[in-house]
């Protein structure tokens, strides 16, 4: 079942990650997909020796010792998925790698062992920029859902005119 | 929208180290639109006069305000122009702030900590500021909050602002404060106040996620929100009334905050 994986050396990105250890945990802010990740313990010690010479059976002993803990080989399988599955490993062939994650929790659930609980790596996206060079985000011309009428005016006294069946308004302001 | 009306009246200011000038077609507006100067803005003379922010009114009683030389906005009434015109300047300094990390949402002071009150447009977070204010903390940052490079939270909003007038004078005089809770949340009718616990990581990532002009100065804004989650509480979860939620998170703020 972990022959495949187990012979693949997983390998971390480290072009365009900017990463900041905060205690057992690591921030890794991708610049090219301006996405934030969490690494909890597990998956920033996993992800830590993701070095390219490692493989993936001989993790399970570096991670524990990196921990404090004994770690199931299966907690590192999902590691390596999730990390995966965020683009934070260097792979150009799923299928080589590793296993994804869908493909992780339908094995777990068939072999009857315990689900993953919670997720090894929370993300988050970045904002765009609500202005940049002149750009304005005061009612430019399309807002909206429903009530979500630009929250940038406080007094809301935009009106949101939208189409019967159109997801998106245009964001109108009266001017008598 | 219309030619560029000239501006009469003009005040050079500079605020969190942003340079802009706030103009208007009369001395009167002039009065009222420098109002919308944010906390800590101060005159300023000399080069580099920086983005215009203008506020003029015509025969029409037509109101239009403009960034630079762009109509943003035309109306017939003056506080939606003034509210419009504030939001600009506001996101101008929070965009382009040399020093700062400004991060969307909003904040409370509690014995000189800063509650940090996070969450999605339209989530309810200025609700939960005003409730936190009613139960005993101190209005400190309204839709943007502050952070230095050391972290801490300075006062950010605009005396203009009707929202911020109640509360703004006695604060302005105390200086950054520490962030002492981050709390990630969003209104859900008929939902009570049971936050989940998290980590100083979800902290991090939580703020980074509201950073505004993260994209455009990450390692500086990792750096900054790294130094301001560093030994804050951090909550995550929906909340019904903003009142209960806002006396449960003082109550555990008393417990956490020493005096």
Redesign the interface.
């Known amino acids: 079942m972990h022959g495949r994986q187990n012979n693949s050396l997983p390998q971390a990105r480290r072009n365009g990650l900017?990463v900041?250890h905060?205690?057992s945990?690591?921030?890794v802010?991708d610049?090219e997909s301006?996405k934030?990740?969490?690494?909890?313990p597990v998956a920033a010690a996993v992800f830590a020796r993701c070095d390219g010479e490692t493989s993936v059976a001989g993790m399970s002993e570096l991670v524990a010792a990196d921990l404090g803990e004994a770690v199931d080989a299966e907690v590192i399988e999902d590691a390596l998925a999730q990390l995966r599955e965020v683009g934070l490993l260097v792979t150009s062939d799923a299928a080589v790698d590793g296993v994804s994650r869908r493909q992780m929790l339908r094995r777990t659930a068939v072999a009857g062992g315990a689900a993953m609980a919670a997720p090894l790596i929370?993300?988050?996206?970045?904002?765009?920029?609500?202005?940049?060079n002149?750009g304005?985000?005061?009612?430019?011309g399309s807002c909206c859902y429903d009530?979500?009428c630009h929250?940038?005016?406080?007094?809301r006294?935009c009106a949101c005119q939208k189409q019967a069946g159109e997801k998106e308004g245009i964001c109108v302001?009266?001017?008598? | 929208m219309g030619t560029t009306p000239g501006f009469t009246d003009e005040l050079a200011v500079e605020a969190h180290g942003v340079r802009l000038v706030l103009a208007a077609s009369d001395p009167g507006l002039l009065a009222k639109v420098s109002e919308l100067a944010p906390t800590g803005a101060a005159p300023t003379s000399g080069g580099g006069r920086g983005q215009r922010f203008g506020l003029s009114t015509d025969d029409e009683d037509v109101y239009r305000v403009l960034q630079g030389e762009t109509v943003a906005l035309a109306c017939r009434d003056l506080d939606l122009a003034l509210a419009a015109l504030g939001t600009l300047v506001e996101e101008h300094v929070a965009f382009h702030a040399p020093e700062r990390v400004f991060v969307n949402g909003g904040a409370a002071q509690f014995r000189r900590r800063a509650i940090l009150v996070l969450g999605p447009p339209l989530g309810g977070t200025t609700t939960l500021v005003g409730e936190l204010v009613r139960a005993g903390a101190s209005e400190w940052c309204d839709r943007y909050a502050a952070l230095d490079r050391q972290g801490l939270v300075h006062p950010y909003g605009a005396r203009g602002r009707k929202a911020d007038r109640r509360l703004w004078d006695a604060d302005d005089r105390v200086g950054p404060l520490p962030v002492g809770m981050i709390v990630t949340t969003h209104y859900k009718p008929g939902t009570g106040w049971n936050p989940r616990p998290c980590t100083e990581g979800d902290g991090v990532l939580a703020l980074l996620a509201h950073a505004v002009a993260a994209r455009e100065r990450p390692e500086y804004a990792l750096q900054v929100v790294r130094a301001a989650a560093a030994g804050a509480t951090v909550l995550e979860g929906e909340r019904g009334e903003a009142g209960r939620a806002a006396e449960a998170l003082l109550e555990t703020a008393g417990e956490l905050f020493s005096v």
Do not use: F, Q
């Not at chain 1, 929370?122 to 202005?131: D, F, K």
């Open positions: 900017l900041e905060v205690g945990e690591a921030i802010y610049v301006s934030a990740h969490c690494l909890k929370a993300s988050a996206l970045t904002p765009t920029a609500a202005l940049a002149g304005t985000s005061v009612c430019s009530t979500d929250p940038a005016i406080e007094s006294k302001v009266a001017t008598s």
